[in-house]
């Protein structure tokens, strides 16, 4: 495995000072500045060149790591294009050819790790690499060395910009040369490590929407790109071979062709910092190079004392592990410039909406070193947090600094993510299991706020938890472990995974497995729906002027509703997710845990009875007076966050209390019938007849949209529109491909079901004619017809945004979504 995982340690040729008689000529006035690279900063002229020493006996000059990364952002929450967003970590080889350097991305995906010349020649021959740039030499000394300008290669796309938002259909945009040029003015040159950047300007006749809603002139894009020449890691980095069971990011997945017979061709490695101890013998010893992050100035108070504190919490693991002062977060020193690849900076982020925060990582992609992190938070996060919080506690408390105060809760939450987002940048995975188990064992997870009804108030004194859990010392010691010499390290290593397995702890980091769900708590999933919806009950008897600040718009009221109304909605996720739910691990073999299991029958019968809960036209609706509370109007001009935070109205501002009882009933309606979850249902009855079966959760579903007898009204319109929704998702779930013939027999046989039904209780008013219009259009069974009812009838609701972190577009059509931007090897992050 050594052999197989070793890195070329490829380091740059040393420079020697250039004679003045054939610099002179090529660089004028330029200032010499040495460092990695000897380079000239030509201020007058706006360029920037570099020494390059002379080729070795491969054809390279020098090879380095080399990072692209936004220093200004866009500022949009769907389109992405952040402050501080990475690009792709490349190994550039610098090679000569006649008068030109070529600057060339080589291929570590394809490798011969261990094998003889010729493998390595084969493999190497077998797939290609990319020419990114070239340069004309513009002086050359006698010992081969050269100068390039290397200003044209600093202002190319090189983060894809113009593609990425024609990909999000906002604009045919084009690189305008005349308006991009490399700043000579913020050039960086330190021993190891060249930072430049270019100020890049893209122009379309088609700006979209998102764009008009941000740039001053939406025709004209102008982005600043940083460009980060960092020396190449020195050798002795172990790298670590990917385990699935123990929550950390693959970075670097390669085949190597050399590997023997009996082993895999394709190899995973983990990434991590290097991290060596003093003393490797020792159980608890120093290091000899702490990993410190930093936080950016541009975090206000109280915010940056709580990222600081929260970010350090990973301390606690490192010593844990016996990494003795390890790791270490402070505030970056004043001048220093956050893009700088030397320190590993936790940024501020600002877009016009709230959404995503991230933790990248720039790595050595032979080996999986970290070599630098980054993290991005975004900065409206805490306060739509502290909104949430107002909106179940009242604005009252509201900076007061007291133990209700929405300011203090949202600063708990932020230490959480803090440490969050900086684990992604150490390598660590999301485990949405982590609030299952140990006492909510993991800042990886997405954590909701543990609050309890007591004493008929709402309890926050355990809404977070304080420092690093379980998982997160385990993972750690993981990751980071160093073992003395003569330990079985791939032994010891497994060990470690095995441990959490007997500790009762999981890892799962795709959102299909049923424990794992963000956004909820506890291992009991309708224990704590029952809970959420007692929180959520609680919330709006209460909810009304006093969840806003005293001379607040009134309409704020209609943005403060929406998570509160909304409170359940990650629950009935994790509900849900146990039917047709198949409990499974990310097993290796030989460790007990090889075969996946169906969730008992009780359990899923249990989950459907406590989802039918959710659907109670009582408990969703609204009361009159707060109906007229959300009627106010704003009377000014439109904030685009609050139009996307907000329940479509009935025109203008004019509450729709049904239309959110909709938005809210589809979460459960939505999730029980689509074709995957079905499928499923039907392949566990095959093999279990005592397993929920489709036609139960059918009838389950129907019956609990059925109208009552003497019901009151305004309920039994609530049951209409919850039937006409469910019959638009069943057209949806028929019109799928994948869904089995036997279910869609079943869906048409409870459909025509249903319409007999109704034409049976049809009586006169409008319920009935209501009830004779669906049965005649159920009677007939026509598929073509049950899709044009749900496109023009029962259009499943638009839906604000969920997550206290944003959605992945806002704005788009359904089916349009936008992939949002994602940490390293995981999904999108918080």
Known sequence: ???????????????????EDWVKPAVGGAEAKDGLLRTFVDRRANRILLRIPAAGSDGVSARFLYQASLATGLGSTPLGLDRAETGKTQVLAFRRAGKKVIVQAENYGFRAAGGSADEVESVRDSFAVSNLWSGDVVAEAADGGVIVDFTSFLTQDVLDVAARIKARRQGSYRAAPALSYADASHVGVFPENLEFEAVQTYTADDPGAEV?????????????????????????????????????????VFNDYAAPLDAPVVYRLARRFRLEKVDPAAARSRVKKPIVFYVDRAAPEPIRSALVEGANWWAQAFDAAGFIDAFRVEVLPEGVDPMDARYNVINWIHRQTRGWSTGQTIVDPRTGEIVRGVVQLGSLRIRQDRIIFEGLLGAEGTGKGGPDDPVQIALQRIRQLGMHETGHALGFSHNFTGSTFAGRASAMDYPAPLIHVKNGRLDFSDAYVVGAGAWDKLSVRWLYSQFPKGVDEPAALDAIAREAGAQGMRFIADAEHPASTQWDNGADPVAELDNVLAIRRLALSNFGLRNIAPGAPVSDLRRVFVPIYLFHRYQIDAVVKQIGGVDYAYAVNGEGREAASVIAASEQRRALKALMQTLDPEMLDTSDKLVGLLSQGQGAMADRQFDIEVFQTLGGPVFDPVGAAMVASEMALGQLVEPARLNRVQEQARRDPGQLGVDEVLRAVFAQVQARPGEPARLAEIRRRQQARLIGDLAETLGDKTLSPTIAANIEAVLVDAGKTLEAKAAAGDAGAYDRYLARLLARGDRASLSRFAAEHAPAPKTPPGSPIGEDCWFCAPGEALTALTDAGSPPTQ
């Open 212 to 252: 008009k809603a941000i740039a001053p002139d939406p025709r004209s894009l102008t982005l600043t790109v940083h460009h980060s020449l960092l020396k190449l890691p020195e050798a002795g980095f172990e790298p670590r071979p990917y385990d699935p069971r123990t929550g950390t990011s693959v970075q670097v």
């Open 1 to 19: 495995m050594g052999a197989v995982l070793a890195a070329t340690a490829l380091s740059p040729v040393a420079l020697a000072a250039p004679a």
